[in-house]
């Protein structure tokens, strides 16, 4: 009378082997975070030349948006999406750093708090960058460094770029080196939104519908911008210089 319920927990070993996974980011924070990365590539990889410029400006512009997106759903989203939890890693510095001073020995500080202040800085400093990066930007566009005297504008804006490269390289390094040094990947929660481990989900309504609306109003904008230039968002003559460059070097 054993035999047969020893057969069947046998065969549901695997399923009960599973590890739980959790949700822990929802679906709109995961595709702003995308949304921004891709929008600061194309932006930054447009920056040179003349033929790309609407280009770079459209995904400037895309850029600012998505950061009122982020504020607006910080300020009434979800409790895990809010800036309040920002600011509450941020104002736990000074404290940290004090135990920092009064430990014993390195393996007594809590390196794990340090970890989410640093990510917590950077994401603060990335947003805070947005609006200074967007206006130099508005201003070089539309010159208004001939009446403001000199390029300054434009220089600010490309130190400002330049500043906002190296805090994503950071945070970048930062997320590699912690995934090496816990084996395990630090970014797969901001891309499937779930992490491995007992406990409850974090996000109880994932909103998948907000995320689609943000997406699609991100290629409505494009579309639209496309519609509005004669040229296009690259101009003719930037898709057919490349297409010349490549065919000049195979022919060397």
């Not at 960058?129 to 490309?158: A, I």
Request: overall charge neutral; hydrophobic content about 50%.
């Amino acid at each position: 009378m054993n035999a047969q319920p020893t057969r069947c927990s046998t065969g549901d070993a695997p399923r009960d082997a599973a590890a739980p996974r959790r949700l822990v980011t929802d679906a709109p924070t995961r595709m702003f975070h995308a949304l921004f990365a891709l929008s600061f590539l194309g932006a930054y990889l447009s920056a040179d030349g003349e033929h790309f410029r609407l280009l770079h400006v459209t995904l400037g512009y895309t850029m600012a948006g998505l950061l009122v997106f982020r504020v607006l759903y910080g300020l009434f989203g979800p409790r895990q999406a809010g800036l309040g939890l920002l600011w509450r890693k941020l104002s736990g510095a000074p404290a940290w750093l004090r135990s920092v001073r009064s430990a014993p020995s390195l393996s007594s500080i809590n390196w794990r708090q340090a970890q989410n202040l640093l990510m917590a800085l950077a994401v603060v400093a990335l947003l805070a960058m947005v609006l200074p990066l967007t206006l130099s930007g508005y201003g070089t566009y539309n010159d208004w460094g001939d009446f403001l005297g000199g390029d300054w504008l434009e220089d600010v804006h490309e130190f400002i770029g330049e500043a906002f490269l190296f805090v994503v390289l950071a945070h970048l390094a930062l997320i590699a080196g912690l995934s090496l040094l816990r084996r395990k990947n630090q970014a797969l929660p901001m891309l499937t939104g779930r992490v491995a481990g007992p406990g409850p989900s974090l996000v109880q309504n994932n909103r998948a519908w907000l995320a689609a609306g943000l997406l699609l109003a991100v290629l409505a904008y494009g579309a639209w911008e496309w519609q509005q230039s004669p040229n296009g968002l690259v101009t003719a003559q930037a898709l057919s210089s490349l297409t010349a460059g490549g065919d000049h070097d195979h022919d060397d």
